[in-house]
Structures are given as C-alpha cells and as structure tokens.
C-alpha cells in the first residue's frame, strides 16, 4: 500500500513517466514533492510518528525533509500537482488556476 501521495509540487518537481502507475499517479518510491498538500495513510503516519518521535525525539527539520527516506517505499506522486507551493514572495496557485502572491 501507499504511504503518502504528494499532491502539491515546488521548484518545478516532476515524476519520471517511466514511473506512472495509473494516469495521474507516480511511484513508488519517491521521497516528499513539498507539503503543501498531500495524502497520508495509516502506515504513513505511522511511519512518521516513530521517525519524530521514536527517533529524532521531536521536530528538527522541515517536514518535507522528514518524510524523506521513511515513506519513500510507499511514495507517489500526483500529476497534474493540485497546487504549486512558492518560495517567499513567490506565487502560487490552487487546482483553479488562480496564482495567488505571497504576502
């Protein structure tokens, strides 16, 4: 099963397209695509829990760094990305097409 489906892209990350599962889904085995939305299951949260808190003893890195590595197994990417996330100052946009500046 899945771990976490990335729904969201930055810095213009795409999926290979030797890679594609169904029409929109890639993987597995892809590390975080940004967090600015995605999908996580039971064993991807899982996953996560013990890795912050088992391991790490808490949060040190940001979350897009944490997941990768540990639900990479499990890892797809959607495509076309439901939202794109900006750098500061940057903009971005939601499913609708609408861009929308940072503040």
Same mark, same amino acid.
């Given at each position: 099963?899945?771990?976490?489906?990335?729904? /969201?892209t930055?810095? /213009?990350?795409r999926?290979?397209q030797?890679?594609?599962?169904t029409?929109h889904?890639? %993987?597995?085995?892809?590390?975080?695509?940004?967090? $600015? $939305?995605?999908?996580? *299951?039971?064993?991807?949260?899982?996953?996560?829990?013990v890795?912050? +808190?088992?391991?790490?003893h808490? +949060?040190d890195r940001?979350?897009?760094?944490a997941?990768?590595g540990?639900i990479?197994?499990?890892?797809?990417?959607y495509?076309?990305?439901?939202?794109e996330?900006a *750098?500061e100052? %940057?903009? *971005?946009? %939601?499913? *609708?097409?609408v861009?929308?500046?940072?503040a």
């Amino acid at each position: 099963g899945y771990t976490m489906v990335m729904l /969201s892209t930055c810095l /213009s990350m795409r999926p290979k397209q030797e890679d594609r599962k169904t029409h929109h889904l890639f %993987g597995p085995g892809y590390d975080s695509r940004c967090t $600015g $939305g995605y999908l996580t *299951s039971l064993r991807g949260s899982r996953l996560m829990l013990v890795e912050v +808190i088992e391991k790490r003893h808490g +949060i040190d890195r940001p979350s897009d760094h944490a997941m990768n590595g540990v639900i990479n197994p499990g890892g797809y990417w959607y495509e076309p990305p439901l939202m794109e996330q900006a *750098s500061e100052g %940057g903009s *971005s946009y %939601g499913g *609708s097409g609408v861009r929308h500046r940072s503040a």
